[in-house]
């Protein structure tokens, strides 16, 4: 997704009319947008999916831009406190939680594995990492989260200096063979609705304001899973 940065804005009669009809318009016609994702194959039938806690991507001080190793995007980032990732690794578990293939697996357990197994294997890269601790719990697949990005709004809901930005992925990956069966790259920047017409599913659910980085994160996180147990036999 393109990333734009805005100015505060002023919004006088005549503005807030036209969002207003905008929206109206939209909601009218929201019927003839396609989602593409439909079309894709369904996933293999998984028993049992092995939830980690949400990593963060490392950035040393001054560094702009960070890759994900697994798919080689390239992200705008910053560094994220534990405390965001923490808060975002129950959000993802509480919307999995219905679904019981979907296991989360405790941060203490993560780490204790982890120490072991860089023991063991010094070079073990990240796929072979995941895919060994998925093997470990018994899971078929692993789904592995990391941030890349979590800015804050400045300003109000109702008149923003910045936008919340936000950029993260979630990946599949079966325990067997390392295979990806499935990723998703969320990196958005929220636009005015002006700015920003097609996503109409962001403005239904949140309404004309400005979210906060954490509302943001929510969204995304929402259309990822929603996508992930859509494509799930």
Not at 59 to 81: H, M, R, W, Y
Not at 194 to 208: A, D
Request: with cysteine; glycine share 6%; hydrophobic share 40%.
């Amino acid at each position: 997704m393109r990333k734009t940065y805005i100015t505060g804005h002023s919004y006088d009669l005549f503005f807030i009319f036209y969002i207003i009809l905008v929206s109206l318009l939209l909601q009218s016609c929201s019927g003839v947008f396609h989602d593409h994702n439909l079309g894709k194959r369904p996933l293999p039938n998984l028993g049992s999916i092995a939830v980690l806690p949400m990593d963060r991507a490392s950035i040393k001080p001054g560094q702009e831009k960070a890759t994900c190793a697994l798919s080689d995007t390239v992200f705008n980032a910053s560094e994220i406190p534990y405390e965001v990732s923490a808060n975002l690794s129950k959000v993802l578990v509480d919307m999995l939680k219905n679904d019981p293939r979907f296991k989360p697996v405790p941060e203490g357990q993560c780490v204790g594995f982890l120490n072991a197994f860089l023991k063991a294997d010094i070079k073990a890269s990240q796929i072979r990492l995941i895919q060994s601790f998925g093997k470990e719990l018994g899971a078929d697949a692993v789904l592995y989260g990391k941030l890349f990005r979590f800015d804050e709004r400045v300003g109000s809901a109702y008149s923003a200096q910045r936008p919340a930005s936000v950029a993260f992925t979630l990946h599949l990956i079966r325990t067997s063979d390392g295979a990806i069966l499935w990723h998703y790259d969320f990196d958005e920047t929220q636009k005015p609705l002006t700015e920003n017409i097609l996503n109409t599913r962001l403005y239904r659910k949140s309404g004309l304001k400005w979210l906060t980085a954490e509302e943001l994160a929510k969204y995304g996180l929402s259309e990822a899973t929603r996508e992930l147990e859509r494509r799930l036999p």
